[in-house]
């Protein structure tokens, strides 16, 4: 989602503030079935109103942008306010929804197990005081439109949830890291940002015991996370800089690539990686995708089951099969 995850190079940085803020514009626009006029839009979603009008205007026309880029059609048309006739918007049901998908028995065990999620409880909360303030002001709305905007975010790291929550209130955590040398240490942190790069998820933050940035992979925290401070004990520096700190933090840029068949339509993560892209076999496109671990790239095609197709490096296409394999063998237990 655009500024929701901001992409500098291969990672997905999360701002929690902009998923609420362009979770309640995706709401407002979609529960209602006529044209919603900007200046209501304004009233009604929070962050909006406290801002100056080209502040608003820039902010309003970056998350339209930002939900379009992630595929949602917004509608524009002309409406009647105490403003006069000025623009409105909308997000049509039948535009929003995936058309009905039929999938193998082989097909479903793969995505099934696959497809771990995490959901959070906050934005469910979020959606339920956006739909009150909506009506507050008067606009008709269809709850129904809601059955699928579902906020999930795939994370099977036991760390993710206390995590994402330090992040969003700005309290400052510990908790037992183990490296990849298999050395561990207590840690202090104060979380910037959830990150997602190459499949797994990062915590970019400030480490209070090395007077520094560090990046920590969520898999290798141990046990509990627990708060080391009050909520909104620090600051955490502007979106700008933590994507640059973010950048120098990972390893350098893959250097070999894959070729992959992808089902058109579908694979979008790997399609955002890929250097070319050329019409393949009737229903495919073939995707250049550079690559540094053959186990971290094998994972991610692996994720998108019968959509993806590794050809190339042999060793990349033995890895995906094998992974394939094991879920099949588990699922079918």
């Known amino acids: 989602m655009a500024d929701l995850l901001v992409r500098p190079d291969e990672e997905h940085l999360v701002a929690p503030r902009t998923t609420e803020r362009l979770m309640n514009l995706l709401i407002a626009l979609l529960v209602t079935p006529t044209y919603l006029p900007k200046s209501r839009i304004r009233e009604i979603i929070e962050p909006y109103r406290g801002q100056s009008d080209a502040a608003f205007d820039r902010m309003f026309e970056r998350d339209k942008d930002a939900l379009r880029t992630i595929g949602i059609r917004i509608e524009v048309g002309e409406t009647e306010s105490y403003h006069g006739v000025e623009p409105g918007y ?24 696959a497809a771990r999620v995490w959901q959070s409880a906050r934005l469910g909360d979020a959606t339920a005081v956006a739909l009150r303030k909506l009506v ?18 795939a994370a099977s790291e036991p760390a993710f949830e206390a995590v994402w929550d330090a992040v969003v209130t700005r309290t400052p955590v510990t908790f037992l890291y183990e490296r990849a040398d298999g050395a561990r240490a207590q840690r202090i942190v104060e979380p910037w940002r ?56 990972f390893p350098a840029p893959p250097v070999s690539d894959a070729v992959v068949h992808v089902r058109k339509g579908r694979g979008l993560g790997l399609r955002r990686r890929a250097t070319t892209q050329e019409p393949g076999d009737e229903g495919w496109d073939v995707i250049r ?39 099949l063998e588990v699922s079918s237990r």
């Open 289 to 327: 995708v550079p690559y540094g671990s053959v186990g971290e790239l094998a994972s991610d095609i692996a994720s998108y089951g019968p959509d993806a197709v590794a050809v190339s490096p042999p060793d990349l296409r033995d890895e995906v099969r094998d992974r394939l394999a094991r879920v």
């Open 136 to 153: 507050a002001a008067g606009v008709p709305v269809d709850p129904e439109a809601l059955s699928g905007v579902e906020p999930r975010l």
């Open 194 to 249: 959830v990150v997602s790069w190459h499949g797994r998820w990062y915590l970019v933050g400030y480490d209070r015991d090395r007077a520094d940035h560090r990046l920590f992979r969520l898999s290798r925290v141990v046990g509990d996370v627990e708060a080391a401070g009050a909520p909104m004990e620090f600051d955490v520096p502007d979106d700008a800089d933590v994507r640059e700190i973010a950048a120098s933090l």
């Open 90 to 113: 909308r997000i049509r049901r039948e535009d929003f929804e995936l058309p009905p998908i039929d999938l193998e028995p082989a097909e479903a065990a793969v995505i099934g197990v």
